[in-house]
């Protein structure tokens, strides 16, 4: 379907469950985005598929209109600049073309990996957070031996009944947000940033001068208003002070999200609730009878081949003989990051045809 400035937020509601009743207007017009309206940008829920289905989320498209960035629309969207233009056959993030009407990837396969807590695919630079979490019911004096707790520590039975999913910015090349397990061990409001020493040197270097501290709430604080520490040291989630970052491997390791996203994701988040870094560019998920791939740039160049990485991960999960493989190649070679149908006969090449 084609969106207008004045009805995408209505399809935008297409396969999405609305977890509370949200009252929002949608900017009249491109330039008319501001950060009061990102702020009051809806949240969304996504229900758990049942059964084999691992797939949330619809496809939608949306028209370009005159002054749209990339940026804001993927902001407004709860996606990012880099996703759409994935999606799109890498349209330009700055001025892309008006009129055109482009693909809003909020469509994925969930990750491979524990339904419980925080799960961060670095490849994908995306987080989803299972609600609700299995720290809800944890006894006081076991949150505070968390740091000493393993991942699947006994804490009661915890279902999640819907997931939210939130795009982030990482680390650079040199500065890689590393794989492992964790839990939340605090959580601060306008933190104060002690800027580590080395991080001080390159600041120093690349700008003749640079601080030791930043105050917590000062606007060019780059953990922005919240910050979610983990007990994986030396990394965090929190804000920034340049949402464009959002979707970059931009920072120094920790994890970056929307001003607004970091707001609600710290509301919600109990210290305690347990969380995966997970490498997965490329992943496999199921919608009614068919199989579907979703790939990503190896971001940290941790494989010789995607496709070889990808028919292993196939040969591994015994799905190599039920998928076409020259689908599998296209997808491969593609990268555009949404879900595309594999199965052998099938004539769609995406999950929102289901």
């Known amino acids: 379907m084609n969106l207008s400035k004045h009805s995408r937020l209505l399809a935008f509601f297409v396969g999405v469950a609305l977890l509370a009743a949200l009252t929002i207007s949608v900017p009249r017009f491109a330039a008319a985005w501001s950060e009061d309206e990102f702020a009051r940008r809806p949240l969304y829920a996504y229900p758990l598929p049942r059964g084999r289905d691992n797939i949330i989320g619809n496809l939608v498209t949306y028209q370009i209109q005159k002054g749209d960035t990339l940026l804001d629309v993927g902001r407004w969207f709860g996606v990012t600049a880099k996703e759409i233009s994935d999606a799109n056959g890498k349209i330009d993030w700055w001025a892309p073309p008006v009129g055109k009407q482009i693909i809003l990837p909020d469509e994925h396969i969930l990750p491979a990996a524990p339904h419980e807590g925080i799960i961060l695919n670095i490849p994908e630079m995306r987080i989803y957070y299972y609600y609700p979490s299995p720290i809800g ?61 080395d991080i001080y040197k390159e600041h120093l270097e690349r700008d003749g001068e640079a601080d030791h501290v930043v105050p917590g709430g000062d606007p060019d604080n ?133």
């Open 137 to 197: 019911s944890m006894p006081k004096s076991k949150i505070k031996k968390i740091a000493m707790s393993t991942r699947h520590e006994a804490h009661g039975a915890v279902t999640p009944s819907v997931v939210y999913t939130f795009p982030v910015g990482l680390g650079r090349y040199d500065w890689k947000t590393p794989v492992g397990d964790w839990r939340v061990r605090g959580k601060t409001h306008n933190p104060t940033w002690v800027v580590p020493e």
């Open 222 to 354: 780059p953990l922005g208003h919240y910050r979610i520490e983990l007990t994986l040291p030396e990394y965090a989630l929190h804000g920034t002070d340049v949402p464009w970052g959002v979707g970059m491997t931009v920072s120094h390791g920790c994890v970056r999200l929307y001003p607004e996203d970091i707001e609600r994701l710290y509301d919600k988040v109990k210290v305690g609730t347990p969380g995966m870094f997970v490498y997965e560019p490329v992943k496999y998920g199921y919608r009614g009878g068919d199989i579907y791939v979703e790939v990503h740039e190896d971001l940290y160049g941790r494989y010789a081949g995607l496709w070889a990485y990808a028919v292993k991960q196939a040969q591994e999960q015994g799905i190599a003989d039920q998928i076409d493989m020259q689908k599998l190649e296209k997808a491969v070679e593609q990268r555009t990051g949404i879900p595309s149908n594999i199965s052998p006969g099938s004539s769609t090449d995406d999950a929102s045809s289901d």
